[in-house]
């Protein structure tokens, strides 16, 4: 199948692969998303963008509570990355350690949002504006905490999960 120039030119663009987490600390209620498009846009203070699906209920968290993290994914993750594409629900217990979404073992980050245990990195963030606009709506955050939970061994762009790696015909993760 041949593809049209715009559709070739934007499946050029190299995409990580990460998933995006939300919870209420009120509530409880959490949400999780697969998610590729993400970059940094300023050094300070550090901000980056990440577009989410208009209408999944972790974009509708993040608008609630103004924080959520972005768990990278390593390269052996790929099974993780697409538990993610469906929807999710949250088990067990955050403040016992018990917790686990999409079958995916989370825990209490420094700053009331919710990481995968097993994520490469986290980075905890502060939503400062979402564009509404499109199927997916790009989000402003400030990133206020960073953790890092393997040993760095060379390029860290080079231990990430990338969109390629998920099969062949894998453009988009969500």
Same mark, same amino acid.
């Given at each position: #199948?041949?593809?049209?120039?715009?559709?070739?030119?934007?499946?050029?663009?190299?995409?990580?692969? *990460?998933?995006?987490?939300?919870?209420?600390?009120?509530?409880?209620?959490?949400?999780?998303?697969? &998610?590729?498009?993400?970059?940094?846009?300023?050094? &300070?203070?550090?901000?980056?963008? @990440? &577009?989410?699906?208009?209408? *999944?209920?972790?974009?509708?968290?993040?608008?609630?509570?103004?924080?959520?993290?972005? +768990? #990278?994914?390593?390269?052996?993750?790929?099974?993780?990355?697409?538990?993610?594409?469906?929807?999710?629900?949250?088990?067990? +217990?955050?403040?016992?350690?018990?917790?686990?979404?999409?079958?995916?073992? @989370?825990?209490?980050?420094? *700053?009331?949002? #919710?990481?995968?245990?097993?994520?490469?990195? @986290?980075?905890?963030?502060?939503?400062?504006?979402?564009?509404?606009?499109?199927?997916?709506?790009?989000?402003?955050?400030?990133?206020?905490?960073? *953790?890092?939970?393997?040993?760095?061994?060379?390029?860290?762009?080079? #231990?990430?999960?990338?969109?390629?790696?998920?099969?062949?015909?894998?453009?988009?993760?969500?």
């Amino acid at each position: #199948m041949e593809l049209d120039p715009t559709s070739f030119a934007l499946r050029m663009i190299p995409y990580g692969v *990460h998933v995006v987490t939300a919870v209420h600390p009120a509530t409880m209620q959490a949400a999780a998303v697969t &998610s590729h498009w993400l970059t940094q846009t300023s050094f &300070s203070p550090c901000l980056i963008a @990440v &577009s989410l699906p208009r209408d *999944h209920a972790v974009l509708g968290l993040i608008r609630e509570t103004r924080r959520f993290a972005i +768990n #990278m994914l390593g390269k052996d993750d790929a099974e993780e990355a697409l538990a993610f594409r469906r929807p999710t629900t949250l088990t067990g +217990n955050l403040h016992e350690g018990t917790a686990c979404i999409g079958g995916w073992g @989370v825990s209490w980050g420094r *700053h009331a949002t #919710m990481m995968l245990q097993n994520a490469v990195t @986290v980075l905890e963030c502060d939503m400062r504006a979402i564009l509404e606009a499109g199927d997916h709506y790009p989000v402003i955050a400030e990133v206020i905490d960073a *953790h890092a939970r393997l040993p760095q061994a060379g390029r860290p762009d080079g #231990m990430a999960l990338h969109i390629g790696e998920l099969g062949e015909g894998v453009f988009y993760a969500t």
